[in-house]
């Protein structure tokens, strides 16, 4: 079973950019659909996006959808969640998970997804 790493959060102001990267510390990230959700204070945690294996089809939250990008690197075996023009609203611990199912179909519910990262904290504040 692959373990995920987190990284990339921090704190920015409304209308910053962040890129999150979900590595694998033990196994390969690579074969596995990867979901990346988030979980804001006193809040269920959301399905934010997706990226299956195979032909790298995506899915999006409405919330994200034109402002949020994920994409896979299979030679540095990570996946990146490219997000711009945040907003107070996008505060959350983020988490990347992955599945051993090949695809986004299910990509918001969390127990579609094998394996959880820790998270990585995204503050928007002024």
């Known amino acids: 079973q692959v373990q995920l790493v987190e990284s990339g959060g921090g704190s920015v102001q409304p209308g910053a950019s962040l890129t999150l990267s979900c590595t694998a510390s033990?196994?390969?990230?690579?074969?596995?659909?990867v979901g990346w959700f988030r979980q804001a204070p006193g809040k269920e945690r959301e399905g934010v996006s997706c990226?299956?294996?195979?032909?790298?089809?995506?899915a999006y939250a409405d919330s994200v959808k034109g402002r949020f990008t994920i994409s896979k690197d299979n030679v540095k075996d990570t996946v990146y969640l490219q997000m711009n023009d945040l907003k107070p609203e996008d505060t959350a611990i983020f988490y990347c998970?992955?599945?051993?199912?090949?695809?986004?179909?299910?990509?918001?519910?969390?127990?579609?997804?094998?394996?959880w990262g820790q998270g990585t904290q995204v503050t928007v504040s002024s």
């Open positions: 990226i299956s294996t195979g032909d790298g089809s995506t």
């Open positions: 033990a196994g390969s990230i690579s074969s596995y659909a």
């Open positions: 998970a992955s599945t051993y199912g090949v695809g986004c179909a299910f990509y918001s519910i969390s127990s579609y997804y094998n394996s």
